[in-house]
């Protein structure tokens, strides 16, 4: 190739810096001076944000920081060492060595392809020795990119690599090899693996993890075949490969694709790092599942990613806020569609349109209140999934697609029962419970082709639906009227506070799990056929209060822009649409490029704005549209009041603790190219 991915100028052997953002800084300026970043500090921005998905430090001493950005002109790698070390969140200690990764947006095959080759060789101690006890940039260099250090014009151009993006690799025992390899000793059959490795950029660990275990393939003499899901893309691994495996290792961090393939295998599924440093325990917990799991078992067990081993080193409380976030995620398209569809019937034939007959039964294609009931009644029907979607999908977080139809009966039981959105939490666990242990239970071998289709749907929701209609149901249903009731008695100075409670809920993680709690709170009030006025005032303050932090971030880089970089500015005139809207994550760029400044002043504008909307009454039966669906609001003028007001206390607090900072972002290169507003938004979603 004619661009080499490393060369001696992005070598740094000496690495003084003391943080992992001084040493991305210091390695990324690198980048800028080889022409390979165009903003320093909106590739920097883009590297935080991958980092606060995941820290990037590894056992044994080494720190990966790396990220795709639209600053990165072509895949890049820069390498640091450091002697007193970099503390990049290892469980060992700190880093040693360095490796800042950039890839572009739109990176080609090749050059990933060959940054996954440097993930695999950093799993091997004399590769990572040799650069520890390298004196030359230019040797290090060429050692990186797989040439003879001592080679003549080692540093003249990149090396290439016989490895296809993305395909499956098999190691440890091979088929061709088995008799030599001592795997198949006394005649016996090695055991079969096979693996899938992931990381939400697709570019580091999830070659690392794959290098990993199948080292520990080899050493253990394991047959295994592992699907590297990369951002080169992924060669998917024979089916029959797969029939003949004896279990699955999933090491993951974004959702395995096509994993219906591999349902009925004894599955360990933990996270990518847990492939990295852990190889050996996961086979070794593949050969326990294996054993425990009858040889003539069906394929229709689901993949377990909450199991005993498969906990992923998280704790309960991890999971649990999983599990309810895959209901809300799940959820929220019925929230966005049927809630508009709401709002518009409203916005075209006023509030009376509720009390329409059916449009199944009168319809006048030349009446505007026809038109209008039919918006209302089809977003009426949408909304009317919010609770068995959140059950559902709740469920499913926790058993797969098992979960799904207990799930879904004990949602729509909950509406039944008035229980609420309270309801739908509890059925969702309860039946993601349920179907979780009926899998552990060794059924007999006749019954166990119609598991999936029969016996789990039939017991689960049976047994959830007795629990909902007979034992917790009316109790839950009860406590969901008494917070409906108390929230209905809340005035004053006690609807104010609630509402600074729910600004700062919304504004705390831009869209993350605790903005979406809120968020879910308030929509799952007003899902029913008469929302209660405080719902309404709810929904209201919850949409002003997301609103805030975008539109701040966007006034702020218009009166100061100085203080922020090029990239930011762009990305501010991206923010007033995306505020405008009600998109939250319009302000996460600068979240993530200076979290300590800007997530404070977005709570506390959004605080203030909570409490003035409280304090104004105003209502709102659209669940989304921003300013769009400003004529359905109550007291709109105080509404719009209450949001300038937030998004003045947000600009002001951020504009002040950035200039009391002390120091100026730095300068974008001259030559760096125009970045399209909002390109730096999606890289914290996409990273």
Excluded at 53 to 79: D, K, N, W, Y
Excluded at 572 to 581: F, Y
Excluded at 589 to 604: E, T
């Amino acid at each position: 190739m004619n661009t080499p991915l490393i060369t001696a100028d992005l070598v740094d052997l000496d690495l003084t810096a003391g943080t992992k953002d001084e040493a991305a800084r210091a390695l990324a300026r690198r980048m800028v001076a080889a022409g390979r970043v165009t903003d320093l500090d909106g590739f920097l921005a883009d590297v935080a944000a991958r980092e606060a998905q995941m820290p990037t430090g590894l056992e044994g001493g080494i720190g990966i920081p790396h990220c795709r950005s639209a600053h990165v002109t072509r895949p890049t790698l820069a390498f640091g060492r450091s002697a007193r070390g970099i503390d990049f969140g290892a469980a060992d200690g700190p880093a040693t060595l360095v490796f800042l990764i950039a890839a572009p947006a739109g990176a080609d095959q090749d050059h990933l392809s060959i940054l996954s080759a440097l993930a695999r060789d950093l799993m091997r101690a004399e590769f990572t020795d040799a650069l520890r006890a390298e004196t030359s940039a230019a040797r290090a260099a060429a050692l990186i990119r797989g040439e003879d250090p001592q080679a003549e014009g080692a540093d003249a151009e990149d090396d290439t690599t016989d490895e296809a993006p993305g395909e499956p690799r098999e190691t440890g025992v091979t088929a061709h090899d088995a008799a030599d390899s001592g795997a198949d000793r006394d005649g016996a059959e090695p055991f079969r693996i096979v693996a899938v490795t992931s990381c939400p950029t697709g570019i580091a660990h999830t070659y690392m993890a794959a290098e990993s275990l199948e080292r520990a393939a080899q050493a253990e003499g394991v047959r295994i075949h592992v699907e590297t899901q990369g951002s080169a893309g992924f060669e998917r691994l024979d089916p029959a490969v797969i029939a003949a495996a004896d279990a699955v290792i999933f090491a993951h961090d974004v959702e395995v694709r096509e994993r219906d393939r591999f349902a009925g295998k004894p599955t360990v599924d933990v996270g990518v790092k847990a492939g990295i440093n852990r190889p050996a325990e996961l086979i070794a917990d593949a050969r326990r599942r294996a054993a425990e799991t009858p040889a003539d078992a069906p394929t229709t067990a689901p993949m377990d990613r909450t199991g005993e081993s498969a906990d992923n080193g998280d704790g309960f409380g991890t999971r649990l806020r999983t599990w309810l976030m895959t209901g809300v995620s799940y959820m929220v398209p019925f929230v966005a569609a049927g809630g508009l569809m709401i709002a518009l019937g409203f916005a075209l034939g006023g509030y009376e349109i509720s009390d329409a007959p059916s449009v199944a039964d009168h319809f006048v294609w030349t009446e505007a209140h026809s038109w209008a009931a039919l918006l209302f009644q089809i977003g009426g029907a949408a909304f009317g999934f919010l609770i068995p979607v959140l059950a559902g999908y709740i469920a499913y977080g926790m058993a797969d697609r098992p979960g799904l139809v207990p799930g879904f009966v004990g949602g729509a039981i909950a509406i039944t029962i008035d229980a609420g959105f309270l309801g739908g939490l509890a059925a969702g666990l309860v039946a993601g419970a349920v179907v979780r242990a009926i899998q552990r239970v060794n059924v007999p071998a006749p019954l166990r082709g119609i598991m999936p289709v029969v016996v789990i749907p039939l017991i689960s929701s049976a047994i959830v639906g007795f629990l909902m209609y007979i034992v917790i149901g009316k109790p839950i249903a009860s406590a969901q009227s008494g917070l409906t009731d108390w929230l209905e008695g809340l005035s004053g100075s006690n609807a104010v506070l609630l509402g600074v409670l729910l600004g700062l809920m919304m504004c705390f993680d831009l869209g993350g799990p605790v903005n979406k709690v809120a968020y879910a709170f308030a929509t799952g009030g007003i899902a029913v056929a008469d929302p209660s006025d405080t719902s309404l005032k709810i929904m209201a303050t919850v949409m002003a209060a997301g609103m805030v932090p975008p539109l701040a971030m966007a006034l702020a880089t218009t009166v100061r822009g100085k203080l922020f970089t090029k990239t930011e500015k762009e990305n501010g005139k991206a923010a007033w649409v995306l505020g405008a809207s009600f998109i939250s994550e319009g302000a996460i760029p600068f979240a993530a490029a200076d979290p300590l400044r800007v997530i404070p002043s977005a709570m506390a504008g959004g605080a203030v704005t909570g409490a003035l909307t409280m304090a104004f009454d105003n209502t709102l039966r659209a669940p989304h549209g921003g300013v769009f669906v400003v004529p359905l609001i109550g007291s709109p003028f105080l509404y719009l009041i209450a949001i300038a007001a937030g998004t003045a206390v947000s600009t002001a607090l951020v504009i002040l603790l950035k200039s009391r900072r002390g120091t100026k972002p730095a300068a974008a290169p001259e030559a760096a190219g125009t970045t399209a507003p909002g390109a730096a938004a999606a890289a914290p979603v996409s990273a």
